[in-house]
T-cell receptor
Framework: AQSVTQLDSHVSVSEGTPVLLRCNYS??????LFWYVQHPNKGLQLLLK??????LVKGINGFEAEFKKSETSFHLTKPSAHMSDAAEYFC???????????FGKGTMLLVSP | NAGVTQTPKFQVLKTGQSMTLQCAQD?????MSWYRQDPGMGLRLIHY???????DQGEVPNGYNVSRSTTEDFPLRLLSAAPSQTSVYFC?????????????FGEGSRLTVL
C-alpha cells in the first residue's frame, strides 16, 4: 500500500525567508510524487512532479523538491517566501500500479510581512 | 479555456434529500474523478472514470453514484444526503490517468447537509 505523511500541519515564515515543507512517503514500487497548492476557496493546482527522471525537480513560482529514495522523502523548498505563497500545500504519491493517487493531509503555509 | 467546471458552487440540503453535482471538462480528458475534502483529512477519492462508460469506486464511495455517458461530463449523485456528507467536493480530470500526469481541478462545490 502507498501512503504519504506531511510532517507539519502548519508552517509560519516571514516574507523573504526560506520555505521548507516536509513530506515522507511509503510505496512498494517506484513512486510518482507530486506537490499541489490550494489557494483559499480555489481548486488545487500542480506545483511540480517527480516521475523517475531527475531527482531535483523544479516547479512553478520558484518552488523545487528533491526526491531522496534512501530517506523516502520529497520535501518542498523555496529560497525566499512571498506573501502570495500563503496557501495549503499537498504532497501526493502514486506507485503507478493504481489509477488513483494518495493525498497527504496538507500543510498550511502562513507568510507574515 | 473553461477547464473543469463544477456546479453548483454552494448547496444546502436537508437530510434525506438527493441531488446531483455537475462536472464538465472541455480538454478531451479520458480520466475524471471526484474527491471530497474535509478539514485535516486531505482529499479522498470517491469515484473515478478512465473513459466514457467506465466507472470505478475510490476510497469513500458509499452514498454516492456516478455515471460517464460522455467524455465531457461526470456527474456525482447523492442518493439520500446525510450530515456526514457535508464537505467540499472537487472534480478533477487528466489526459490519461492520474498517476503520471497533471490533474486539473474544478473550483469546488461546498455542500452542507442539515
Amino acid at each position: 500500500a502507498q501512503s504519504v505523511t506531511q510532517l507539519d500541519s502548519h508552517v509560519s515564515v516571514s516574507e523573504g525567508t526560506p520555505v521548507l515543507l516536509r513530506c515522507n512517503y511509503s510505496s512498494s514500487y517506484s513512486p510518482s510524487l507530486f506537490w499541489y497548492v490550494q489557494h483559499p476557496n480555489k481548486g488545487l493546482q500542480l506545483l511540480l512532479k517527480y516521475t523517475s527522471a531527475a531527482t531535483l525537480v523544479k516547479g512553478i513560482n520558484g518552488f523545487e523538491a528533491e526526491f531522496k529514495k534512501s530517506e523516502t522523502s520529497f520535501h518542498l523548498t523555496k529560497p525566499s517566501a512571498h506573501m502570495s505563497d500563503a496557501a495549503e500545500y499537498f504532497c501526493v504519491v502514486s506507485d503507478r500500479r493504481y489509477s488513483t493517487l494518495t493525498f497527504g493531509k496538507g500543510t498550511m503555509l502562513l507568510v507574515s510581512p | 479555456n473553461a477547464g473543469v467546471t463544477q456546479t453548483p458552487k454552494f448547496q444546502v440540503l436537508k437530510t434525506g434529500q438527493s441531488m446531483t453535482l455537475q462536472c464538465a471538462q472541455d480538454m478531451n480528458h479520458e480520466y475524471m474523478s471526484w474527491y471530497r475534502q474535509d478539514p485535516g483529512m486531505g482529499l479522498r477519492l470517491i469515484h473515478y472514470s478512465v473513459g466514457a462508460g467506465i466507472t470505478d469506486q475510490g476510497e469513500v464511495p458509499n452514498g454516492y453514484n456516478v455515471s460517464r455517458s460522455t467524455t465531457e461530463d461526470f456527474p456525482l449523485r447523492l442518493l439520500s444526503a446525510a450530515p456526514s456528507q457535508t464537505s467540499v467536493y472537487f472534480c478533477a480530470s487528466s489526459y490519461r490517468d492520474s498517476t503520471t500526469g497533471e490533474l486539473f481541478f474544478g473550483e469546488g462545490s461546498r455542500l452542507t447537509v442539515l
